[in-house]
Every structure is written in structure tokens, then in C-alpha cells.
Nanobody
């Protein structure tokens, strides 16, 4: 079964950290760039970050640059999103998605996870 499964979400205080994981099964993770998107209540889904298939390139939205870090372990078929210095405005459901390249548009993803909720609140 082809799927991506996110985990690691939860409730964290402002300034805290979380690490999200995106685990792949049923396809060759090493062939795909992995995107992270998020959707806050009442807002459109937005791109957060992307890591290339080899892990040699990453990009980040301005809103998370310097605070979030993407990495991947293709042997473990898992991608990690380390989120530091979290802010209340980071509250959202976070989704990972697979596409052949990081410059593919939102509607060009081949696989999507179901999301994990991150809540940043005191």
C-alpha cells in the first residue's frame, strides 16, 4: 500500500520545539522530493518546506526560515521536520507529500499523508 504517515504533532508552548516525521511505505522514497505543507484553521494550505530526493537541497518558506530544518534518512524511509522556536501562528495541521521535484506545484504531488496537528499555545 502506497502511503505517507506523519507523526510527532502535539501541544507545545511558544518557544518550544517539535520534530515531525513522515514515514513512507509502498514506494521508493529515495526517488522523491518530500514537501511539507500546513493548513491553519480557516486558512488555505501553504507550503512550508521541501527537501530534494537526495537530501542535497532544501528550501523553506520565509515564515519558518531559520527555525525549521528538514532532513531525511532514505534507509529508514523517513523525513524529519525539526521545528524550533515555535510560535502560535505555527499552529496548523502539517502534511507531508511526495513529488519528483521540489519545484513541482501543489497540485503536482503524487502522494499525500493525512496530516498531524501542531498546536502552539501557552
Amino acid at each position: 500500500q502506497l502511503q505517507l504517515v506523519e507523526s510527532g504533532g502535539g501541544l507545545v508552548q511558544p518557544g518550544g520545539s517539535l520534530r515531525l516525521s513522515c514515514a513512507a511505505s509502498g514506494f521508493r522514497l529515495e526517488d522523491y522530493a518530500i514537501h511539507w505543507f500546513r493548513q491553519a484553521p480557516g486558512k488555505e494550505r501553504e507550503g512550508v518546506s521541501c527537501i530534494s530526493a537526495t537530501g542535497s537541497r532544501t528550501n523553506y518558506a520565509d515564515s519558518v526560515k531559520g527555525r525549521f530544518t528538514l532532513s531525511r534518512d532514505n534507509a529508514k524511509k523517513t523525513v524529519y521536520l525539526q521545528m524550533n522556536s515555535l510560535k502560535p501562528e505555527d499552529t496548523a495541521v502539517y502534511y507531508c507529500a511526495a513529488a519528483l521535484r521540489c519545484d513541482y506545484p501543489y497540485d503536482g504531488m503524487d502522494y499525500w499523508g493525512k496530516g498531524t496537528l501542531v498546536t502552539v499555545s501557552s
